[in-house]
């Protein structure tokens, strides 16, 4: 069972991914029409306040990777991933607007594995992109980088996927949001399971976004259009459904720290919703 | 019966949500082309007669993504609902021996921003971000039909609505495909800055036919969130003006609660059965009503037939309740008098008039047990103090005695009472505009005065703890013949000194006034000159009910006399670090007099809504 904790209202007009570090840094990123990245800390009275805020375009997913880097897909004049300090300060980015390995139409999540790989997913961008007078068809696919930028594998086939996840086994975790379904694969790029359909009952999706998993091996899904957010086991097994029409308004965005703690950017209420688990704590 | 009569009869019957006449000449000259499809008729068709069929949310939200055939399984069936009362209501028109021409659907080209444009140009709505047509009372959730025709149709000639859409951007924030590449305030008729490839591409997905939406844009919408459209349902019971008050109570003591207007009562719990209580009028709409004042239900003798208690004023010259300004009358009385008119508790004599309090003098008193007493005060202001008047239990119809709360104000004139326990300490302090009156408890007079700016023009204040945090704030309109909503937030400095901090709610500039920084996703709705409170949605914390008070002074007396008469109730959602306020609009053509009634008329545990005002008499179940 989750219980409410805390709720941070962000500068952000509609948070729609969300990251946390190990001392309970919260990244948000905004995916609106006017973006940006955005970092809460806690202040003097252990209250969430706003350590900075970067308009740079569409943030349509944040990640931390170990290392202590900010790593966020954006789509301003180019689709990229960037690389931040923590404290807010612009390192290097990588990537350009393509169809191409290595390169970007429309990158929505993205997440950092235990061995530092990125994982960017792709939204659909079909019939085409317009970039520099030229038309780019891509999307649909999950990359794998090094640290870098360098590519390393893809997958394609997916419907809209939007969110992205990675354990420290190296699996990694797809919301294949149109096609309403979670895919797992192996640090390779291989599918292993996928799991869920279409559907408004326990278990079941309707465009899953957000996707984060804990330390345990526990997958959490922000299923948008129904409101709520779920809990599997690595199986796909269904352990919790929490939320509704009145405690979030199409969530889109979802992290888990390393307490446990599950962290909602509850997107259209332009806040970020946390939550503890009962019985967690000392696991 | 006339055309337009029967055509909105035929709309109504068939269950549109919507029925209106434009005069669609704009859409002729600015984009042409829309009318590609109308160039064979005869004559240009110079009226548009828009219909809506609302959408049914869950449904639309919960259609599979894989097997799904939205267009057949639910925007289709209500597309030919429409298409059947334009058919219909074409046929009508044509039979009246003038020309109809029923538009297609799918739509020609552009054509989608036709239906759209004429539902705008008959001041139904707006075009929102999302490029869909946005009414005050569904949100996005409206299938939209028309009909082209030269019948002379009485075309809505009002001022637009403006686009309440302000600096809200969910609609294009949520979209996974960044459809949206622009904002928009344009035209009803374009989808300028919209990206339909990219759009298209959730279509296809989500139906490999190409039809479908995702649904995420219309979601995020907060006009009808959560309802898709309104879950009242309107029951008018008087299509004249009788009346602007409105009161509750059992006038024949069976038990079911019963609802008067001032010269009518009407039993409950259908309300059809009418009854009356003085003379009645119908007045002039330009004019005003015997009853302009609230109203209120008492039994006063203990006999369980309640009384009412009505505020009126002599009429003026040639028997009209125009505006008479503040001299006294022949009778001696400046403002309003006080009157009980005994209920006859179903004995063959009439309702017996009762002149209790003279000299009334200022808008909006409210009713209530200020003194602890357990029995119902009047809270207003004389012409020199502000204070409240008690009856005599042993003699009700009697003159009532008052207590001057205030120091002698020398003609003390506003619009607003109200009272509740600011301090929190078990006693009830008074409110007004221009501050609080501070009880002292005992019998002493007049109350230490707190200057407060609470409003500039108020009509029924509130005092309740808004956010939650304990203490009690203030909710007042900010201007009932202009504009605004606001609550005061109560806080105390370190000493326990009370200060306070005003936030609007809806906003109080004129759309005039409004620049792209203070522009407003809450309606801007003007004549706000009837409060209440009660907790509409169940939750435990009295919800606000607010409503345009239709043509307070005529027809150009104030702001926007001509733009739709909308009653509201906003949902008060506390939360960790604020409250905030979720409009819902309970209707959009009937609007309030200078009361609103909130109680459970029919016992199911749901709040009913009830005015009376220049529009008639409704109640909205």
């Known amino acids: ?18 990251a946390v570090d190990s001392d309970g840094n919260i990244f948000a990123g905004c995916a609106g029409y006017n973006g ?62 393509g169809a191409a390995e290595g390169q970007f139409s429309t990158p929505t999540g993205i997440a950092s594995d235990g061995k530092g790989y990125i994982y960017v997913a792709e939204g659909s961008s079909w019939p085409a992109v317009q970039h520099n007078d030229t038309w780019v068809v891509g999307g649909n696919r999950l990359q794998k980088f090094d640290s870098d930028g360098f590519f390393i594998w893809q997958v394609s086939g997916f419907n809209v996927p939007i969110g992205v996840a990675a354990d420290k086994k190296c699996r990694v975790y797809l919301s294949d949001t149109y096609n309403c379904c979670v895919r797992i694969f192996n640090e390779n790029g291989e599918l292993i399971k996928s799991f869920g359909e279409y559907g408004s009952s326990p278990g079941k999706f309707n465009c899953p976004q957000g996707i984060a998993v804990d330390r345990r091996g526990n997958i959490y899904v922000a299923d948008v259009l ?8 690595g199986d796909g097994l269904l352990l919790d459904v929490f939320g509704n029409e009145k405690e979030f308004w199409l969530p889109c965005g979802i992290a888990v720290d390393e307490s446990n703690r599950v962290f909602v950017a509850d997107t259209m209420n332009q806040r970020i919703k946390i939550y503890e688990q009962a019985g967690d704590a000392a696991q | 019966m006339t055309l337009d009569k029967k055509i909105i009869g035929i709309a109504e019957e068939m269950g549109a949500c919507h029925c209106g006449f434009a005069d669609i000449s704009p859409i002729y000259s600015k984009w042409p082309d829309s009318f590609d499809e109308c160039s064979h008729l005869p004559a240009a068709l110079t009226t548009g007669i828009s219909i809506g069929v609302l959408e049914d949310v869950d449904m639309l939200m919960n259609l599979p993504h894989t097997d799904n055939d939205y267009r057949t399984k639910h925007y289709a069936e209500k597309i030919d609902l429409a298409l059947k009362i334009c058919g219909n209501i074409a046929a009508l028109v044509n039979e009246s021996g003038f020309t109809a021409h029923l538009l297609s659907h799918p739509p020609i080209k552009k054509a989608t921003g036709l239906y759209k444009g004429i539902a705008v140009l008959a001041g139904l709505g707006w075009v929102g971000k ?32 403006e686009n309440r859409c302000g600096n809200c951007t969910r609609c294009m924030d949520i979209c996974p495909v960044h459809a949206y590449q622009t904002e928009f305030f344009g035209e009803a008729n374009g989808l300028d800055g919209f990206r339909t490839d990219l759009c298209s591409v959730v279509r296809g997905v989500i139906n490999p036919t190409g039809w479908g939406v995702c649904g995420l844009c219309v979601k995020a919408c907060p006009i009808g969130k ?43 719990p259908d309300f059809i059965v009418r009854h009356e209580i003085f003379a009645a009028e119908k007045f002039d709409r330009h004019t005003y009503s015997k009853t302009t004042q609230p109203c209120f239900a008492h039994d006063f003798n203990g006999d369980g037939f309640a009384d009412v208690f009505c505020i009126e004023r002599n009429p003026g ?19 309003w008098r006080g009157v009980i008119y005994k209920n006859p508790a179903q004995k063959e004599s009439k309702w017996i008039r009762h002149v209790v309090l003279d000299n009334i003098a200022n808008e909006a008193p409210v009713w209530g047990d200020i003194n602890k007493d357990g029995r119902p005060e009047l809270i207003y202001s004389s012409p020199e103090h502000y204070g409240y008047a008690a009856y005599d239990p042993a003699n009700p119809y009697g003159a009532w005695t008052f207590f001057p709360v205030s120091e002698n104000m020398h003609f003390y004139l506003a619009s607003g009472a109200g009272y509740g326990d600011i301090t929190g300490n078990g006693t009830n302090d008074l409110i007004g505009p221009s501050g609080w009156w501070e009880n002292p408890g005992g019998e002493k007079y007049p109350w230490n005065f707190h200057p407060q700016k609470f409003s500039e023009n108020a009509a029924q204040m509130y005092v309740f703890d ?43 500039d004129p759309f005039e006034k409004t620049t792209a920084e203070n522009l407003s996703s809450m309606p801007r709705v003007s004549q706000l000159h009837s409060l209440e409170i009660a907790d ?57 007099g200078t009361q609103i009634t909130a109680v459970d008329l029919n016992n199911d545990g749901k709040i009913n809504i009830f005015t009376s005002n220049k529009k008639g008499v409704f109640i909205h179940r």
């Not at chain 2, 109560?490 to 609007?504: A, F, L, P, S, V």
């Open chain 2, 130 to 161: 999302n490029r869909l047509f946005v009414s005050p009372a569904n949100g996005c959730h409206v299938a939209l039909g028309a009909v082209l025709t030269d019948a002379p149709l009485p075309v809505f000639n009002g001022r637009q609505m």
């Open chain 1, 36 to 97: 940006g990245l955005e970092k809460f800390t806690h202040g003097s009275n252990r209250a969430y306040e706003s350590e900075w805020c970067h308009a740079i375009g569409k943030v349509m997913g944040v990640a931390l990777t170990d290392a202590g880097h900010v790593f966020c897909t954006v789509k301003s004049d180019r689709h990229e991933v960037r690389v931040y300090k923590k404290c807010g300060g612009f390192l290097y980015s990588w990537g350009s607007t």
């Open chain 2, 466 to 508: 808004i956010d939650g945090d304990g203490l009690n704030d203030i909710l007042t309109v900010w201007h009932c013949h202009g504009y605004g909503l606001v609550w005061h937030k109560q806080t105390r400095d370190k000493d326990g000194k009370i200060n306070w901090q005003k936030h609007e709610i809806f906003p109080a």
């Open chain 2, 226 to 268: 959560g309802r898709g459209g309104t879950p009242f349902v309107k029951q008018q019971i008087e299509n004249d003006f009788v009346s602007e008050c409105a009161a509750a109570g059992d006038f024949n003591n069976d038990g079911v609660t019963d609802i008067t207007v001032g010269p009518y009562w009407y039993e409950g």
């Open chain 1, 1 to 18: 069972m989750l219980r409410l904790t805390g709720s941070v209202n962000t500068t952000l007009a509609h948070p729609k991914c969300v």
């Open chain 1, 226 to 233: 129904n409101n709520r957010v779920q809990k599997f086991n």
């Open chain 2, 536 to 592: 509409i949605n169940g939750d435990g914390i009295n919800d606000i009910i607010v409503g345009k008070r239709f043509w307070a002074h005529g027809e150009f007396g104030d702001p926007e006399p001509e733009v739709p008469a909308e009653i509201y109730w906003l949902e008060i959602i506390r939360e960790r670090d604020g409250v905030r306020f979720i409009p819902h609009l309970v209707d959009g053509d009937s609007g309030a």
């Open chain 2, 317 to 335: 010259p040639g028997g009209t309740y125009v505006f008479q300004g503040w001299e006294k009358d022949a009778d001696g009385c400046s403002g």
